[in-house]
């Protein structure tokens, strides 16, 4: 029973692991997530907090992250983030530091390249699982993974109206699940490369057009793409529309508080799917930052 148990386990790390890329409605806001080399691409220096709730329940999708980046000097730039996941019975949570060093190309455009070095922590409540046992199995009251470091590596190139990223987050990635003393202490995952990319395009003095990409794909070649389109009104609202691959779609808006370095934001996806149930469907989004 204990094996089968274990089985049963490490094959829910499997499957969830390989679920675990990251996905944000406000994606342009947390480049350096996925990219290590994109910190410190603003000027000064930011703290994020994003919150993506389902809300209906507390066994949904939850994720809640914090982001900060620092641009020290022109040339170099720090970043870090915590981000807390939870999936049903596994919790996962991701410390990561950037560093980024910036080469002027001319006066208006910069090649940065990035490094990004920390780990994940993973845990599953076994108290969850429903035994034929009435009483909770001592076995399933936790099982948890050590601590799993990995590293990064990325290159972003900024210019006056436009910007383009390429990176690999993790490249410690392994495909084995790894089991000591009956408890698993190493989660599989797969390597994940990014491209990333958006144009500012001047409609009028007040009014800007920034079309992005974020793409992906999987070492096992399981791809996804964000493309968003986004008008901007000033240094006051970034509001926008994404499509995702796999039938979703998001809207949001951001409103900057210029006076009080502050800025405001929620966002609404939605997957397109016959039969899912509306719990399911649909994820809230919320984000707060401050810039200074």
Same mark, same amino acid.
């Given at each position: 029973?204990?094996?089968?148990?274990?089985?049963?386990?490490?094959?829910?790390?499997?499957?969830?692991?390989?679920?675990?890329?990251?996905?944000?409605?406000?994606?342009?806001?947390?480049?350096?997530?996925?990219?290590? /080399?994109?910190?410190?691409?603003?000027?000064?220096?930011?703290?994020l907090?994003?919150?993506?709730?389902?809300?209906?329940?507390?066994?949904?999708?939850?994720?809640?992250?914090f982001?900060?980046?620092?641009?020290?000097?022109?040339?170099?730039?720090?970043?870090a983030?915590?981000?807390?996941?939870?999936?049903?019975?596994?919790?996962?949570?991701?410390?990561y530091?950037?560093?980024?060093?910036?080469?002027?190309?001319?006066?208006?455009?910069t090649?940065?390249?990035?490094?990004?070095?920390?780990?994940?922590?993973?845990?599953?409540?076994?108290?969850?699982?429903?035994?034929?046992?009435?009483?909770?199995?001592?076995?399933?009251?936790?099982?948890?993974?050590?601590?799993?470091p990995?590293? $990064?590596?990325?290159?972003?190139?900024q210019?006056?109206?436009?910007?383009?990223?390429?990176?690999v987050?993790?490249?410690? /990635?392994?495909?084995?699940?790894?089991?000591?003393?009956?408890?698993?202490?190493?989660?599989?995952s797969?390597?994940?490369?990014?491209?990333? $990319?958006?144009?500012?395009?001047?409609?009028?003095?007040?009014?800007?057009?920034?079309?992005?990409?974020?793409?992906?794909?999987?070492?096992?070649?399981?791809?996804?793409?964000?493309?968003?389109?986004?008008?901007?009104?000033?240094?006051?609202?970034?509001?926008?529309l994404?499509?995702?691959?796999?039938?979703?779609?998001?809207?949001?808006?951001?409103?900057?508080?210029?006076?009080?370095?502050?800025?405001?934001?929620? $966002?609404?996806?939605?997957?397109?799917?016959?039969?899912?149930?509306?719990?399911?469907?649909?994820?809230?989004?919320?984000?707060?930052?401050?810039?200074?």
């Open positions: 029973m204990k094996k089968i148990l274990l089985l049963s386990v490490t094959m829910c790390y499997a499957w969830l692991a390989k679920a675990q890329e990251t996905n944000y409605v406000f994606y342009h806001q947390l480049q350096n997530v996925v990219n290590p /080399a994109a910190a410190g691409a603003e000027n000064g220096h930011t703290f907090l994003n919150l993506r709730n389902h809300l209906q329940g507390s066994d949904n999708h939850q994720l809640q992250s982001n900060t980046t620092h641009r020290i000097t022109n040339n170099v730039k720090l970043g983030q915590v981000v807390n996941q939870k999936v049903f019975v596994q919790r996962q949570t991701a410390i530091a950037d560093f980024a060093y910036g080469l002027a190309i001319d006066s208006v455009s090649l940065q390249l990035g490094l990004k070095a920390g780990g994940d922590l993973f845990n599953i409540d076994g108290t969850r699982f429903r035994t034929f046992n009435p009483q909770n199995d001592p076995y399933l009251q936790g099982v948890s993974g050590k601590f799993q990995n590293v $990064g590596v990325g290159v972003y190139y210019a006056h109206k436009w910007y383009a990223g390429l990176s987050p993790n490249l410690l /990635a392994s495909d084995k699940t790894k089991v000591e003393n009956e408890v698993v202490t190493s989660v599989s797969q390597m994940v490369f990014y491209a990333q $990319g958006g144009y500012y395009y001047t409609l009028t003095p007040d009014f800007t057009l920034r079309p992005s990409l974020q793409a992906s794909i999987t070492q096992g070649g399981e791809a996804q793409a964000n493309i968003t389109a986004a008008l901007l009104y000033r240094n006051v609202l970034d509001a926008g994404t499509y995702r691959s796999l039938n979703t779609m998001n809207i949001y808006a951001l409103f900057n508080i210029p006076k009080y370095y502050v800025s405001v934001g929620y $966002g609404f996806e939605t997957v397109f799917q016959e039969g899912l149930n509306a719990k399911l469907k649909n994820t809230h989004e919320f984000v707060l930052k401050v810039t200074f």
